[in-house]
């Protein structure tokens, strides 16, 4: 079976910077294009960012661009997203998930993990 484990979410202040990884197994990174979604208490999930397995092309969410990085490192089965200026606006449960595209629209979603929480707060 699937699986994507998130891990490295916690507790930062604002205009601090974090680190958050998604380890998978039972999958390669060559299998999907990888993404990050998030969903904050009482709000609408949000695609953050995707990463295109063919040729890294990257998407942002408007509310992270040019501040959060996605990359993915292939040997490890591993996808990082980098977080930069963190507000309180960002706080949320960050989950890993397995795209079919990566398009714009940051949606295409197959299998997804349990989530890691990021809180920005002082």
């Known amino acids: 079976q699937v699986q994507l484990v998130e891990y490295g979410g916690g507790l930062v202040q604002p205009g601090g910077s974090l680190r958050i990884f998604c380890a998978v197994s039972?999958?390669?990174?060559?299998?999907?294009?990888m993404g990050w979604f998030r969903q904050a208490l009482g709000k609408e999930r949000e695609g953050v960012s995707c990463?295109?397995?063919?040729?890294?092309?990257?998407y942002y969410g408007e509310s992270v661009k040019g501040r959060f990085t996605i990359s993915t490192d292939h040997d490890q089965n591993t996808v990082t997203l980098r977080m930069n200026n963190l507000n309180p606006e960002d706080t949320a449960f960050y989950y890993c998930a397995a795209l079919q595209v990566c398009t714009p629209e940051i949606d295409d979603y197959v299998y997804w993990g349990q989530g890691t929480q990021v809180t920005v707060s002082s």
């Open positions: 039972r999958f390669t990174l060559d299998n999907y294009d």
């Open positions: 990463i295109s397995r063919s040729d890294r092309s990257t």
